[in-house]
């Protein structure tokens, strides 16, 4: 008989270190060349807040410091003794869309003044605040445009000014395109959700997956995917591993179905907590309180199917009956259904 035909299920351990940083692109082509499913991957970051994250990372409370040009710095330093530079600031100017738009400001300071007896004041001197560029984002068409300002009164180069609106665009893409440990770690979560995993340890990443047909080639897929990750990531490296719990170890059967017990039986218990935190609304209550109530009904019982999804995945693979799960299961669908 064929292993699958004899498989009892399968126990998977799975790791993401927080140094894995990858791009979605890159994500995306790792996922079509392992097989695993694309509607696990993490969905782009929202255009507009990349757009006005890029202003924060890269220019900060106070500012990106940057050199003034040359002829302004020879100025500067025979009028008041030091070196001078400005830091470039934004200012929001639209956060409506579809049209969002910064000002880049450049703040002009002269570290501190020196006086003419020669004894340091010690204050840091603000001379000018100029507009020096408009950056604009069209959420709709997510076009960006940028616009300079050529003010005899600023200190610096068209040079420099660009330098610093090619950082803030270049960080905007990064941030849209970027898949942090976390957001990679949800999307392999959600998989083993839609596989009726059952958690071994509780906040562990070790669980229990009822088998079925075409299982240990899904799961296969997600190792290799898992492990693929590698390549991005810094330090320690990402582990997946995936057995097959055999119908002769009564041991790990008996181990699985206490597992699978406790989960559902804390899930099941959980949803009974949400229930009697829910009181219907006053016959004189508005819509509003109504549509809230049937929304947050609506909820439980989409999670009562999923752990029902998942008793009889259990049930069929470890060719138990799990009686003892029943009765939690039925006093918390009558409670649910009786909201």
């Known amino acids: 008989?064929?292993?699958?035909?004899?498989?009892?299920?399968?126990?998977?351990?799975?790791?993401?270190?927080?140094?894995?940083?990858?791009?979605?692109?890159?994500?995306?082509?790792l996922a079509q060349n392992t097989g695993f499913p694309p509607e696990f991957l993490p969905r782009p970051k929202s255009p507009k807040n990349a757009f006005e994250l890029a202003f924060n990372i890269v220019l900060g409370k106070k500012g990106m410091t940057v050199t003034p040009r040359m002829d302004v710095r020879k100025q500067k330093v025979a009028e008041f003794g030091v070196e001078p530079f400005a830091r470039v600031q934004h200012q929001v100017s639209s956060a409506a869309a579809p049209i969002l738009r910064r000002t880049l400001v450049e703040v002009q300071i002269v570290p501190f003044a020196s006086r003419d007896d020669g004894q340091d004041t010690s204050k840091t001197k603000y001379l000018n605040l100029v507009k020096v560029a408009a950056?604009?984002?069209?959420?709709?068409?997510?076009?960006?445009?940028?616009?300079?300002?050529?003010?005899?009164?600023?200190?610096?180069?068209?040079?420099?000014?660009?330098?610093?609106?090619?950082?803030?665009?270049?960080?905007?893409?990064?941030?849209?395109?970027?898949?942090?440990?976390?957001?990679?770690?949800?999307?392999?979560?959600?998989?083993?959700?839609?596989?009726?995993?059952?958690q071994l340890v509780h906040g562990g990443a070790s669980y229990y997956i009822p088998d079925k047909a075409g299982m240990e080639q899904e799961l296969e897929n997600m190792r290799e995917y898992v492990r693929?990750?590698?390549?991005?990531?810094?330090?320690?490296?990402?582990?997946?591993?995936?057995?097959?719990?055999?119908?002769?170890?009564?041991?790990?059967?008996?181990?699985?179905?206490?597992?699978?017990?406790?989960?559902?039986?804390?899930?099941?218990?959980?949803?009974?907590?949400?229930?009697r935190g829910m009181k219907p609304p006053a016959p004189d209550a508005d819509k509003k309180e109504f549509k809230q109530y049937d929304k947050a009904k609506s909820r439980l019982?989409?999670?009562?199917?999923?752990?029902n999804q998942a008793i009889e995945a259990v049930k069929t693979s470890l060719s138990d009956g799990l009686e003892v799960i029943d009765y939690i299961y039925d006093s918390c669908k009558s409670a649910i259904t009786n909201l």
């Open 228 to 275: 693929g990750l590698g390549r991005f990531c810094g330090g320690d490296k990402p582990v997946a591993f995936v057995f097959q719990v055999a119908p002769w170890d009564s041991q790990a059967i008996e181990d699985v179905k206490q597992a699978s017990i406790n989960d559902l039986s804390d899930r099941l218990l959980q949803l009974k907590r949400e229930v």
């Open 1 to 29: 008989m064929p292993l699958d035909k004899l498989n009892k299920g399968y126990l998977v351990q799975v790791s993401i270190p927080d140094s894995c940083t990858i791009d979605l692109p890159n994500l995306t082509q």
């Open 135 to 198: 950056l604009e984002f069209d959420t709709e068409t997510e076009q960006r445009t940028a616009t300079y300002f050529a003010d005899p009164k600023s200190w610096l180069d068209k040079g420099t000014v660009q330098m610093v609106v090619d950082e803030i665009k270049r960080k905007q893409l990064q941030i849209q395109d970027a898949c942090v440990a976390s957001d990679i770690r949800t999307g392999v979560r959600d998989f083993l959700i839609s596989k009726n995993r059952i």
């Open 301 to 307: 019982l989409g999670q009562l199917l999923e752990v």
